[in-house]
């Protein structure tokens, strides 16, 4: 399935990277800039939001370099205009965004399936995060709260204020962070599981989310890639439950693929995170969506700490990370609409 037409894409810098933004239903196709310069059409401000991007996702660089001033905010060489975070006028209308945080080893395109639901209401952002899909790779490791500082950056770049968040695997812990941290940003939070990993859990991981194989004169390598999707990871340690069609799992495979040369940096920094630190802290509407992943049982081990408030629905049925935003799409979007209306 391809992207819809009505989605753009902006490429904006912070200080630990570009950050490719996929925006769905921003309403008028003319905005303005957090300096207050007028858009191109795009409706984020073309001269206050980043880096245009063509149909095929690479930059139209019409307008030469890009560069960072201490704080991390995007000062523009195209014209001397330097950029804050705020944005000039309401380029969604009214209407509070919606920002989708995807999983490690893959990209904001896994939510293509839902974001046109999404996107009748409210505008929509899928971000890649660093490493993954079209965003910058960072040079150094990062904890998970530079990632999500990133994230943040980018959407302050585009014109997002407040803000509603889906996550999923690693985007839930990176939702759960900005939630804790931002709470005058993040407005409501759902998240497709809630994992809470053990002390003994961690190095064991850590162990695991480590081996590739080096590639291969005759390519024989990108087999591995392949038999890690179809088999569900490690020897099958996210076992699959059932087969899936091959197309699928090469959409799957080339986002992995993406994330070269550190593909387990974002899942390392997850690992370190302080999530059920963080979970009982939060004061938005929540939403856990407990489906039976490979991360079910670190999702059970964050229920006692959620805060009171939070609501908990098991989806025992959903068993595989591979249906939560495609074949099953539509029993996840219907939760999600549900909460967020």
């Given amino acids: ?134 965003s910058d790779h960072p040079q150094q490791r990062l904890s998970l709260q530079e990632y999500a500082d990133a994230t943040l950056e980018a959407l302050d770049a585009a014109g997002v204020g407040e803000f509603d968040v889906v996550g999923i695997h690693t985007g839930s812990c990176e939702a759960i962070d900005m939630a804790a941290r931002f709470p005058e940003r993040v407005r409501r939070i759902a998240v497709v599981t809630a994992p809470v990993f053990s002390d003994e859990e961690v190095p064991v991981f850590k162990d695991s989310y480590l081996h590739e194989p080096e590639p291969s004169g005759d390519g024989s390598h990108l087999a591995w890639y392949w038999g890690w999707w179809q088999r569900g990871g490690f020897g099958g340690a996210a076992e699959r439950s059932r087969d899936w069609p091959a197309d699928l799992l090469h959409e799957f495979m080339v986002d992995h693929l993406l994330t070269q040369p550190h593909p387990w940096w974002a899942h390392h920094a997850v690992f370190d995170s302080p999530t059920g630190e963080q979970l009982p802290t939060l004061r938005q509407p929540l939403l856990v969506l407990h489906v039976h992943d490979d991360l079910s049982e670190q999702t059970e081990r964050a229920i006692p700490l959620l805060p009171p408030h939070a609501e908990v629905v098991p989806l025992p049925e959903m068993t595989d990370v591979l249906e939560h935003f495609t074949t099953s799409a539509e029993k996840i979007l219907h939760h999600i609409e549900t909460f967020l209306a």
């Fill in 1 to 134: 399935m391809l992207e819809s037409k009505e989605t753009d894409r902006k490429l904006i810098a912070t200080r630990h990277g570009h950050v490719h933004l996929r925006i769905t239903g921003w309403g008028e196709r003319a905005g303005v800039g957090g300096d207050g310069v007028e858009g191109e059409g795009d409706g984020l401000g073309g001269d206050g939001g980043g880096i245009e991007l063509g149909s095929d996702g690479i930059e139209l660089s019409r307008r030469g370099g890009i560069e960072l001033g201490s704080d991390g905010i995007e000062l523009s060489r195209r014209g001397g205009i330097e950029l804050g975070s705020d944005s000039g006028g309401d380029p969604g209308n009214g209407k509070t965004p919606l920002v989708l945080l995807h999983m490690s080893l893959s990209s904001g395109r896994m939510f293509r399936h839902v974001t046109p639901a999404l996107a009748r209401n409210r505008p929509v952002i899928a971000p890649d995060r660093l490493g993954s899909g079209c």
